[in-house]
């Protein structure tokens, strides 16, 4: 058991340095030795977690994935801002994120699927719509592969735009507009009124969401 968990701080350990290389330098220049300097890892450590500069790549860019989950609402409409603004404050605050959407949005990245994100944040939207449409939240013209395609790619848009002009310092201010301009032409009025479309929203949702998974750690622990 000891022996297990070493080896899971060590692989998180190399990703972790693996993020903060990607994020400074880009995939393209990053080099192996680099990520092992800033882990203080052995080659042999790395190469037993990871085969190569790529895999390390797709590690980081499935991380960012998994550290945290959403609640659910009533509202699923509610659900679909809560991804997006929760996804705006972990930009803020989470190298391993930023890292994963360098990747993602890095043009010069050769020989790296950089579609995993998109169509997994896709696929989160659209089933999210969906559940919202056959509740009666859309408008009846909605198409939910559209628009949850629309969602991902704005948010793509705003988040470079961000990092560009400031570093992500205003994404929790761009996003929470960008759902006020998106949402009126999908959402049913009644719906849209009750919407928290705060500045505030994603750091609420990821205070919610951590002591979620507190909880659940607790309960897997005593089982």
């Given at each position: 058991?000891?022996?297990?968990?070493?080896?899971?701080r060590?692989?998180?350990?190399?990703l972790?340095?693996?993020a903060?290389?990607?994020e400074?330098h880009?995939?393209?220049?990053?080099t192996i030795?680099?990520?092992?300097?800033e882990?203080?890892?052995?080659?042999?450590?790395?190469?037993?977690h990871?085969?190569?500069?790529e895999d390390?790549?797709?590690?980081?860019?499935s991380e960012?994935?998994?550290?945290?989950?959403?609640?659910?609402?009533?509202?699923?409409?509610?659900?679909?801002?809560?991804?997006?603004?929760?996804?705006?404050?972990?930009?803020?605050?989470?190298?391993?994120?930023?890292a994963?959407?360098?990747?993602t949005?890095d043009?010069?990245?050769?020989?790296?699927?950089?579609?995993g994100?998109?169509l997994?944040?896709?696929?989160?939207?659209?089933?999210?719509?969906?559940q919202a449409?056959?509740?009666?939240?859309?408008l009846?013209?909605?198409?939910?592969?559209?628009?949850?395609?629309?969602i991902?790619?704005?948010f793509?848009?705003?988040?470079s735009m961000?990092?560009?002009?400031c570093?992500?310092?205003?994404l929790v201010?761009r996003?929470?507009a960008?759902?006020?301009?998106?949402?009126?032409s999908?959402?049913?009025p009644?719906?849209l009124?009750?919407?928290?479309?705060?500045?505030?929203r994603?750091?609420?949702?990821y205070a919610?969401?951590?002591?979620?998974?507190?909880?659940?750690?607790v309960?897997e622990?005593?089982?």
């Amino acid at each position: 058991m000891a022996e297990q968990l070493r080896a899971i701080r060590t692989r998180q350990t190399i990703l972790s340095a693996a993020a903060k290389i990607f994020e400074e330098h880009g995939y393209q220049a990053a080099t192996i030795s680099q990520i092992l300097t800033e882990a203080g890892v052995t080659k042999g450590a790395l190469y037993f977690h990871f085969h190569s500069k790529e895999d390390l790549a797709q590690g980081v860019l499935s991380e960012q994935d998994q550290r945290i989950i959403v609640p659910m609402r009533a509202s699923k409409v509610q659900e679909v801002v809560d991804v997006v603004m929760l996804q705006a404050h972990r930009l803020q605050t989470d190298p391993m994120v930023r890292a994963g959407v360098r990747l993602t949005m890095d043009q010069l990245t050769q020989n790296l699927d950089r579609s995993g994100p998109f169509l997994r944040w896709g696929e989160v939207g659209l089933d999210l719509l969906q559940q919202a449409q056959a509740q009666g939240e859309l408008l009846p013209h909605i198409s939910p592969p559209e628009t949850a395609e629309v969602i991902v790619g704005s948010f793509a848009g705003v988040q470079s735009m961000s990092q560009a002009v400031c570093e992500y310092r205003d994404l929790v201010v761009r996003v929470s507009a960008l759902m006020r301009h998106l949402l009126p032409s999908a959402v049913v009025p009644s719906v849209l009124a009750s919407l928290d479309l705060s500045e505030s929203r994603g750091a609420r949702v990821y205070a919610e969401a951590l002591k979620a998974a507190e909880l659940r750690d607790v309960l897997e622990t005593a089982s």
